[in-house]
């Protein structure tokens, strides 16, 4: 079966920093692309940044683009995501999910799997 272990959430001020993880079994993990994507309350889940499967190749949507990070550790079958300069408007679930494929780009949809969510609340 494949699973995939999101983890790192938590409570931090407006301005703060968290790093949030996701490990995947069952997948053979660079055969996959992977996108973070959120989701507050209230509203629709979101795309927030992709990773190809090289690694290579990222991408971020404009509201986090310079704040967060994405990378990827093929060797531990785990993605990150960095969040600095947090804002109360990236209060959310997390959600990994994966995408197969090796093509130089990463892409939001389709996706084939998807983790559970980590909570991430932004709030003085």
């Known amino acids: 079966d494949v699973q995939l272990q999101a983890s790192g959430g938590g409570l931090v001020q407006p301005g703060g920093s968290l790093r949030i993880s996701c490990s995947a079994s069952?997948?053979?993990?660079?055969?996959?692309?992977i996108g973070w994507f959120r989701q507050a309350p209230g509203k629709e889940r979101e795309a927030v940044a992709c990773?190809?499967?090289?690694?290579?190749?990222?991408d971020y949507i404009g509201s986090v683009k310079g704040r967060f990070t994405i990378s990827r550790d093929n060797a531990e079958n785990t993605v990150a995501l960095q969040m600095n300069n947090l804002k109360p408007e990236d209060t959310a679930v997390y959600y990994c999910a994966l995408q197969y494929g090796r093509g130089y780009y990463c892409y939001y949809t389709p996706m084939n799997y998807w983790g559970k969510g980590t909570q991430v609340t932004v709030s003085s």
């Open positions: 990773i190809s499967a090289n690694g290579y190749y990222t």
């Open positions: 069952g997948v053979v993990f660079d055969d996959y692309a």
